[in-house]
Nanobody, 121 residues
Framework: VQLQAYGGGLVQAGGSLRLSCAAS????????VGWFRQAPGKEREFVVS???????YILDSVKGRFTISRDNAKNMVYLQMDNLKPEDTAVYSC????????????????WGQGTLVTVSS
């Protein structure tokens, strides 16, 4: 599976962005897809995941602000980010795998390149 993440950019605090993760090579519908982020000088952290059945798991600090969804017909996964905060600034990457432990990066087999999200105060 080849993944490509896009949709990042510069936004003011309180604004919104929608990130997209496009898959090619294989159908994404049977994979867990996760979004991870890495802020400057920090370790990569899990943000949110969605299973093949649509179950989601989300980082507490983004609950109520971020929503993950998938469109299996388009082989896409989306991350809607609302009420963005400066601390959300990071490079966001999508990943796919067949794992039950969706919060651990090493459990994912396929990674897209990251897309930079910058939130200004």
């Amino acid at each position: 599976v080849q993944l490509q993440a896009y949709g990042g950019g510069l936004v003011q605090a309180g604004g919104s962005l929608r990130l997209s993760c496009a898959a090619s090579g294989r159908t994404l519908s049977t994979y867990v897809v996760g979004w991870f982020r890495q802020a400057p000088g920090k370790e990569r952290e899990f943000v949110v995941s969605i299973s093949s059945s649509g179950s989601t798991y989300i980082l507490d600090s983004v609950k109520g602000r971020f929503t993950i969804s998938r469109d299996n017909a388009k082989n896409m996964v989306y991350l809607q980010m609302d009420n963005l905060k400066p601390e959300d600034t990071a490079v966001y990457s999508c990943a796919a795998g067949k794992t039950l432990v969706t919060t651990r990066a090493r459990e994912y087999d396929y990674w897209g390149q990251g897309t930079l999200v910058t939130v200004s105060s």
